[in-house]
């Protein structure tokens, strides 16, 4: 069974605007990660938030944590047409901080 | 990512067959995982290694067997390939310290 949950699970937005995908988990996490896959590739990891940290930003990526709520977001401000992909989180859990992953939002940007 | 490299890419077999998916890294990576991933769903774990003597069943290993030959190789085997194994398979690594894991491309796999 998979403990992360996405939403929305599909995205359509214009180029220029921002993208905000939220992450919902059910157990204790060690930390979250965010990965974005371009159709039928593999996954590319985009981002890492310890269950310690609260906020995390990379580039035009901004990653959130709400461990009271067990609960993720990811923004991607000024969206290009090239971010167009599906985004997975998945949580880390255990000694072993094996992954989880999220069902995927597909994100849409339009020229 | 080159660092990681499966093969093959594609394959399409029939059912009852038995076949096997290789999977090689140059990262140096001691942790190594096989992954399925179904159309509009998340990836789920098949199997995953620690290093070269440590094999570990994840949530869907019934049908699937590995071998870890060395630290840069981790093979998947479908002893009797049925239809509902149609998938796209993924390889992937993990240094544990960082704990971020990075990706083969895949192998898009057929069932008939």
């Known amino acids: 069974s998979q403990q992360g949950e996405e939403d929305p699970q599909a995205l359509s937005i214009q180029e220029g605007e921002n993208a905000t995908m939220n992450c919902s988990y059910k157990t204790s996490i060690n930390n979250l990660q965010w990965y974005r896959q371009n159709s039928g590739r593999g996954l590319v990891h985009l981002i890492l938030i310890r269950s310690n940290e609260r906020e995390k930003h990379s580039g035009r990526l901004r990653v959130t944590l709400d461990t009271s709520k067990k609960s993720s977001s990811l923004l991607i401000t000024a969206s290009r047409a090239a971010d167009t992909a599906s985004y997975f989180c998945a949580s880390a859990a255990g000694a072993n901080s094996k992954l989880t992953f999220g069902k995927g939002i597909t994100l849409s940007v339009r020229p | 990512d080159a660092d990681v490299t499966q093969t093959p890419r594609n394959r399409i077999t029939k059912t009852g067959k038995r076949i096997m998916l290789e999977c090689s890294q140059t990262?140096?990576?001691?942790?190594m995982y096989w992954y399925r991933q179904d159309p509009g769903l998340g990836l789920q774990l098949i199997y995953y290694?620690?290093?070269?003597?440590?094999?570990n069943k994840g949530e869907i290993s019934d049908g699937y067997s590995v071998s870890r030959q060395a630290q840069a190789k981790f093979s998947l085997s479908l002893e009797s390939a049925i239809p509902n194994q149609t998938a796209l398979y993924f390889c992937?690594?993990?240094?544990?310290?960082?704990?971020?894991?990075?990706f083969g491309p895949g192998t898009r796999l057929l069932v008939l």
């Open positions: 290694s620690f290093d070269v003597k440590d094999i």
């Open positions: 992937a690594t993990s240094d544990p310290g960082k704990q971020t894991q990075y």
């Open positions: 990262k140096g990576h001691d942790r």
